[in-house]
Structure formats: C-alpha cells, structure tokens
C-alpha cells in the first residue's frame, strides 16, 4: 500500500510533467472506462492471492464468457437475459477452478493455467478467428454518464466499495484472510476452508464475467483472443497494491491505488506513443519490482531450508 | 517402464493407432516425417522445464526466451553472415542461459514465487526481444542456408529422414537423462522437488538448485530458438513463441512428470513430447480445425495434474 501510494504520486507527477493532457479530467475519465474490466478482475484477484492461491485463468474466462455474450445477443437473446447468462458463465468457469483446487487439494497455479488454456482454447473453438459481432443494442456502456462519469466507472466503484466491505468488514473476508495466513490452523479454527476457496474462485468468475459483458459492450465484437494477459495487469495491481503473493496480507485501497498507477502509467505511455510491447515489459519490470519490495519489506525472512517454490 | 511412463506410452499407442484407422495416410513417411518436424523444439525445451518442474517451480517464460536467442542469433549472422552455422547453437544457448540466470537469481537469491518471477519475464523478455530487434522479424535471407536446411536434411532411417535438429534433440534429452540420473546436481535437483526440508538437511543447497534448474530451462528454451528459426526460416519478435509455455508444460504433464515436483523421467516426457507432436498433425491430418489445439493443451494439463493426485490418493490407501 505504502509503495503504491509512492509510486502513484511519482507516477503521476512525471506523467503530469511528460504529457499535460492527462491531467484533463473528461480525458481521464473517457480513458478510464477502457481499464475498468482488468479493475474488476483485479479486485477479485486480490480475494484470491489473500487467500493463498492464483488465478491465471481470469483473461481466457472474459474471452469465452464474451464470446458466449456475443453468440447469445447474435441469436437475439434479450439483454437482460444475456447479462445473467453471461454472469452465470462466469461464475461457472471461476467456481470450477475452486473446485478442483479445493475439492482435489491442487495448487491453484496448476489448475488455473490449465483453464488458462482451455478457456482461452474453448472460445477459439467456438468462434474461431472470427469476431462476432454486438448486436447495437447492446452497445456502447461507455457512453451512458451518471452524473458525468461513465458507467462502467460508477459499475466499477460499486464493486471495488462492495468488494472492500465483503473483505475487510465481514466473517468471509476474516475467513479468507486467516486461510491465506495458515490454512490448517484457519482447518482446525472451525474454518470452512473448501467452501470459503470455492466461494472466491466464483468470485473471480463473476467479476470476469462482468468484466466480460462490459468489454463487449465497449469493443462491439467479441474475439477468442479477448482480454489476453489480462491477468498479467491483475496481478500486477493486486501485487503491486500491498498483496502478499505467499497470502494472508492485501488491502482493496491498495490494489484500487496500483489500478490508478497502473492505468495513468498506460494513458501516459499511450499518450507518448509508446509500443503495447514496450508498455507490456514496463508492467512486468513494475509487477518484478513490487515483489521484490514486499519481500525485502517483510519481517519475517525466508527461512534458509524452505523452499520459496512452495510459495506459489 | 514405471506407471508414469507406461500411461503416457499408452496414450501415445491409443492416439496414434485410432488416427491410423481413420487416416491412413498417417503412417506415410511425409506424416511420420512432420511428426518428427515438430519434435525437437517441443523435446529441447521440455528438458529444462522438467529440471525446473522436478524442483517444484514452474517456467512461463520460455516463449519469450524462444523468441529472444531466435531473434538474437538471426541478428549475429545478419551482421556476420559467414559464420559456421554450429555457433548459432552457441549463441542461441548462452543467449539462453543469460535470461535463464535472471529468472534464476530472483527465484534463489530473492526467494520470490517462481510463478510471479517467470510471468513478470514473460512479459519483460518479450519486450526486450523488441527493443533489441527494433520490431523487426528475421528473414531466411538473413539466415545461413546451412541453418534452415538442418531442419530437412539428416541420416536416411528407411524411407524417413531423422533430420540433424532431431539428432540435437535427441542428444540433449539424453544428456539430460545422464544428468538427472548419474550426477550428484541432478540427484540434488530431484531430491529437493521431493522434499526440500528433508534436501536441505542432507546438504542440498536450494539456492544452487534453483539457480541450475532456470539456468538449465533457459540454455534449453535458447536452444528451442535456434531450432525455431532453423524450421520456420523466420523468427518474427511479436509471434515467435506465443503460448509456447503452455505446450511445453503440457508436453512434461502428459509425460507423467509430478507438476508439484519431485518425480519424473526423461523418457516419459520424450514420450510426451512425440505425443503432442502427434496430436498436431493428426488434428490437420483429420481436418480437425487448429482452433482445438489450445484447448486440448489445457485438457491434458488437466487431466494429467487430476489423475496424478488421484493415483496419489490411492496408493495412500493401498499402503494402510
């Protein structure tokens, strides 16, 4: 949190400094709509590394969840319909995960980048490389305004305030954090370990369906590569916001300050013209950094016979 | 043959004779020869990631480390054109190794998750790979013919031509073999992926360890590089290598390799390989769209990580 609240004030003099422009505020704000889907996957992240585990699979589940959208809108499903559909898929896919990590005792690492691909591999089969097309009518949530913000950022600050209540201020998120620091002694507690790592796995399909529905509605078509490395800039934020990668430590405040970095060091590398390729290395080299920061801030040093792989 | 190497040599039968029965034009040497066209990438780097996998820790990064020596040495003879072709694999392998030695100080010196550390260089290699290339993708005129023709020319076996590239391959994996088996590294190695407390004890240093493993995977992935550009004659800086890792990782699965650590063996890995190499030109062979093949990588990584924890549960029973 501290390091991301450092890095964003720097972040935002330089980018302020570099290229004036950001700091118009409808500018901002139009910008802001395109990183509202990797926000909403990055709250449900920092659920899932607190608690101990990963989840590599969310990008592959925005792709298919949207290429399921898309086909359903094609088929002249009603939207309101195609939004439930769409986030039950979601929900589905993430609630899978949960339950081959918790019902098989597999690391999520393992599990998660299996669906990775297959998730990824599904959508290519369904649709192929072609893009489907968004009906109109379901297009353009980037241009309703509330109150002069645009809609995905009112959805996305309703859910990171819903996300932070559910974390910091309920049993759950007590439960979540106390599995992510020992998960036996949390089994021993009285603990519903299974239920509570499935229950956030679903979460993380929720929130990527929803990211899924709202990116479709902004980009109107719907392609299998969708939302790739998605996870990438989730768990960079996430990571980047205070979250210990090994679990138990990670606050909503800090990963939605590292979402502010995050998309101000893009705008600002946008503006600059900058490469996707390069801006892609600077959030490895960001995401590399914040790690090596959290391990050299935390006070408890690795112990010389643990082996760090058992971390992930 | 262990139980782990037996499954995969069953899958392997399974697939090859049901693609047999209902394509013969399968077991043509031109289909046997694409199999074998596909191989030694898929077996060179699947080496280093089951050193790194048999330690427990994971490597996503070997795509970008693929692109990068396949980039890197196609720049080296674009520069210096009359150079002997056996230094590109000198090149490729310490262009490797260096990349491999980054992933490897953080995961041993910094103690970070090898999963965060190898997604952080994926992206980071990848971009270097640009800045070094300049965006620019390597053309088979700027490639020794004497490279691009190791990929169609070898010793004659019947009707089949085991091309030079596989011969590497081969050599690798069998040094990899050797190594895992007869050397103390590799004895260290193993034995860490299977208990790290229990290694540490004995004497085992992890740092080492873990500075080999990635090192290894690195040199392997470099070596994939060349070999890239030896097939395609190109090696472009956005493409080369994309989702590599996951054929990779999936190719060490199916081989009955244990993803947690600690078990698995250089021939069934061999095995596996040669069984994905199988299943892409069956899937063209069959006129199953391409579009599956991602799909089907995610389905055996599975598959093999479900079945292993099951087959652990039941020898867990069996004991009692």
Not at chain 1, 142 to 165: C, D, E, K, S
Not at chain 2, 109 to 133: N, Q, W
Not at chain 2, 250 to 271: E, F, M, N, P, R
Request: aromatic fraction near 6%; proline fraction near 4%.
């Amino acid at each position: 949190m501290r390091f991301s609240a450092i890095l964003l004030v720097i972040a935002a003099a330089l980018a302020a400094i570099f290229s004036p422009r950001i700091l118009d505020i409808h500018y901002l704000l139009d910008k802001s709509t395109l990183f509202t889907g990797t926000g909403l996957v990055a709250l449900a992240m920092t659920l899932v590394i607190i608690s101990g585990n990963i989840d590599l699979s969310v990008g592959s589940n925005v792709a298919l969840t949207g290429c399921v959208a898309a086909k359903l809108l094609q088929a002249g499903y009603p939207p309101i319909a195609v939004v439930l559909l769409g986030l039950l898929t979601g929900t589905f896919l993430g609630a899978l995960n949960g339950v081959m990590v918790a019902g098989f005792r597999l690391p999520s690492f393992l599990v998660t980048l299996g669906t990775m691909a297959a998730y990824r591999g599904a959508a290519q089969a369904m649709v192929g490389a072609n893009s489907v097309k968004v009906p109109e009518g379901f297009t353009g949530i980037q241009r309703q305004l509330l109150a002069l913000v645009p809609a995905p950022v009112v959805v996305f600050i309703v859910m990171a305030i819903l996300t932070g209540l559910l974390l910091h201020r309920t049993v759950f998120g007590r439960w979540v954090v106390s599995i992510g620091t020992n998960e036996s002694a949390s089994r021993y507690a009285g603990v519903p370990v299974e239920r509570t790592k499935i229950v956030t796995f679903a979460l993380a399909g929720l929130m990527a369906g929803l990211a899924a529905l709202m990116e479709i509605s902004q980009l109107e078509v719907a392609r299998f590569d969708l939302a790739k490395g998605m996870e990438l800039d989730a768990i960079t934020m996430a990571v980047v916001g205070g979250c210990a990668i090994t679990g138990g430590k990670g606050t909503i405040g800090g990963t939605v300050s590292a979402l502010i970095l995050v998309m101000l060091m893009k705008t600002a590398m946008g503006v600059a013209n900058v490469k996707a390729e390069y801006q892609l290395t600077a959030i490895g080299v960001l995401l590399l950094l914040a790690v090596l920061v959290s391990r050299l801030d935390s006070h408890q040093p690795a112990k010389p016979g643990k082996s760090p792989t058992k971390a992930a | 043959m262990k139980r782990r190497e037996l499954t995969a040599f069953g899958f392997l039968l399974v697939v090859a004779i049901g693609v047999a029965l209902r394509e013969p034009r399968f077991l043509t040497p031109t289909s046997i020869e694409s199999v074998l066209l596909w191989l030694p990438l898929i077996l060179v780097a699947a080496m280093g990631q089951l050193c790194v996998i048999l330690t427990g820790g994971i490597d996503i990064s070997v795509g970008s480390i693929l692109a990068f020596a396949g980039i890197g040495t196609g720049m080296v003879f674009r520069a210096y054109p009359s150079l002997p072709v056996p230094i590109a694999f000198l090149i490729g392998l310490m262009l490797g190794l260096t990349l491999g030695l980054v992933n490897g100080s953080l995961v041993a010196v910094a103690k970070l998750p090898p999963l965060i550390v190898t997604i952080g260089t994926l992206a980071t290699f990848r971009g270097l790979t640009f800045l070094v290339s300049k965006g620019d993708q390597i053309d088979s005129s700027m490639l020794p013919d004497g490279l691009t023709s190791l990929a169609h020319t070898g010793l004659p076996v019947g009707p089949i031509t085991i091309s030079y590239l596989l011969m590497i391959a081969l050599t690798v994996a069998g040094a990899t073999a050797i190594f895992l088996s007869l050397s103390p590294a590799g004895r260290a190695i193993i034995s860490w992926g299977s208990n790290p407390e229990a290694a540490f004890l004995c004497g085992v240093n992890g740092g080492k360890v873990h500075w080999l493993v990635y090192a290894i995977s690195g040199a392997t992935a470099g070596l994939a590089g060349v070999m890239y550009a030896a097939k395609f004659g190109f090696v472009n800086p956005g493409t080369a290598g994309q989702s590599f890792e996951l054929t990779v990782i999936a190719a060490v699965a199916i081989g009955g390799a244990k993803l947690t650590g600690g078990a698995g063996t250089v021939l069934g890995v061999g095995l596996g390989c040669l069984l994905l190499s199988v299943i892409n030109v069956a899937l063209s062979l069959l006129g199953i769209d391409a579009n599956w093949q991602i799909l089907a990588y995610g389905v055996v990584i599975l598959v093999a990580i479900i079945a292993d924890r099951l087959g652990h549960r039941s020898s867990l029973e069996a004991a009692k």
